[in-house]
């Protein structure tokens, strides 16, 4: 769904994710949650490697969330990907029911990297969703 906007710049392809969901709803931010990436580990369908995208990361990134509508493992997932569309991981499931649910209904779920840690010989990545209210300010 996003492709068109990762062929743009960076800043273009954020701002045109973010046209996408209606700003009434957006107005009020509840309070942030931070969450570990799960599926850092794995490489991307098209080969790509998520470590070597994740060494790529800046502190404070701006990263896009999409429904995976065609994940055969979990008809909520969603895809963390950065700014530019290379897919760093899913949301961790249990988060990813309430996120998915909120994408759909065009409520807005900002998402941008905290932290990112060795575990072992591995990268693992927190990010921090700022929900917004699903009420429409008037």
Same mark, same amino acid.
């Given at each position: 769904?996003?492709? =068109? ?6 800043? %273009?392809?954020? @701002? ?8 009434? &709803?957006?107005?009020?931010? /509840? ?16 080969? =790509? =490697?998520?470590? @070597?995208? $994740?060494?790529?990361? &800046? ?8 429904? *995976?509508?065609?994940? +055969? ?12 569309? #290379?897919? $760093?991981?899913?949301? *961790?499931?249990? $988060?990813?029911?309430?996120?998915? %649910?909120? /994408? +759909? #209904?065009?409520?807005?779920?900002? %998402?941008?990297?905290? =932290? $990112? ?6 990268? #693992?990545?927190?990010?921090? /969703? ?9």
């Amino acid at each position: 769904m996003f492709n =068109s906007f990762f062929k743009k710049g960076a800043k %273009a392809a954020l @701002k045109k994710y973010q046209e996408q969901f209606d700003e009434r &709803k957006s107005k009020v931010k /509840l309070q942030p949650v931070k969450t570990l990436l799960a599926g850092v580990r794995y490489d991307n369908e098209d080969g =790509s =490697s998520r470590q @070597k995208i $994740i060494g790529k990361l &800046k502190l404070g990134e701006d990263l896009i969330l999409e429904r *995976d509508t065609e994940n +055969k493992f979990d008809d909520a997932a969603v895809k963390v990907c950065r700014v530019g569309g #290379e897919q $760093i991981g899913f949301l *961790d499931m249990d $988060i990813a029911v309430e996120i998915n %649910a909120r /994408l +759909k #209904e065009g409520s807005r779920v900002d %998402a941008k990297v905290t =932290s $990112i840690n060795y575990i072992g010989k591995f990268k #693992e990545v927190e990010i921090q /969703l700022q929900k917004h209210s699903r009420r429409i300010k008037s």
